[in-house]
DNA sequence: CGGTTTTGACCAGCGC
DNA sequence: GCGCTGGTCAAAACCG
């Protein structure tokens, strides 16, 4: 399923997955890096969604490579890891900077999903990621609705609701209770719509052509 | 002025 | 039924 893929698969989980168009993870730290902010998006899996899956990521300034980890909940011992992936690529310049893992595909076609979401089931994913940020920049537009204190952490949890239209996707961000350098976000639902972020990418290359094509007549 | 955030109140689910 | 807990509502405040 992932061709050339760096993937070391230690749980069969990890065979079930497939892409979600829907879901766009940015990285934060590549992008404290750069003030280019929405240059790195990439896709990231979100097969797990009638599981709570937590990803780990860690950011390495010395060879600029990046490791993402994911861990199922399902594990009785929490946490157990289920897979691994790496991917480098030069951050110094951001234009030539490549944040797309090889070992993960784009799949155009989330109608499983949706067909999950028809049916109640929820279409859950969480992941740590160590930022000093509050929030990621996901590329998708949120509103706030609540803040509460939970019992099984000392840090507040904010609730956010997507801002675009009738989308009903959700997103709760804490810090992890037990080291609150991690950030841990959680999306519920899938967004009915683009980001706004790929609209803004697709709409580049047609006003570029135009421009070209209008000044040459 | 419209969209977003804040924050206390309210609600639903669960265990006892 | 009651209390606890997490999630949501909604009015007021805030902000660009």
Redesign the pocket.
């Known amino acids: 399923m992932f061709g050339s893929s760096t993937f070391q698969e230690t749980n069969n989980i990890i065979s079930h997955q497939t892409i979600n168009p829907n879901f766009s993870f940015h990285d934060p730290l590549i992008n404290m890096n750069q003030d280019h902010g929405h240059n790195n998006y990439q896709d990231f899996d979100t097969s797990f969604l009638d599981q709570l899956v937590y990803g780990d990521q860690e950011y390495s300034n010395s060879n600029n490579s990046y490791n993402a980890s994911l861990y199922s909940q399902n594990n009785p011992f929490m946490q157990q890891e289920i897979s691994t992936s790496t991917y480098s690529g030069n951050s110094s310049s951001a234009s030539s900077f490549d944040a797309t893992p090889t070992n993960i595909h784009m799949n155009e076609n989330s109608s499983m999903e949706v067909e999950k979401e028809k049916k109640g089931e929820k279409h859950v994913i969480a992941f740590r990621t160590k930022t000093q940020r509050e929030i990621l920049d996901d590329g998708y537009?949120?509103?706030?609705?609540?803040?509460?204190k939970?019992?099984?952490n000392t840090n507040l949890?904010n609730?956010y609701k997507c801002?675009s239209g009738d989308c009903k996707v959700?997103k709760?961000v804490e810090r992890d209770g037990n080291d609150s350098s991690y950030l841990i976000t959680t999306y519920e639902g899938i967004h009915n719509h683009e980001s706004p972020f790929v609209i803004y990418c697709n709409e580049m290359p047609t006003v570029s052509f135009l421009n070209v094509s209008t000044s040459s007549w």
Request: charged share 55%; no cysteine; net charge positive.
């Open positions: 537009k949120w509103r706030k609705y609540g803040k509460k939970v019992k099984s949890r609730y801002s959700k709760k």
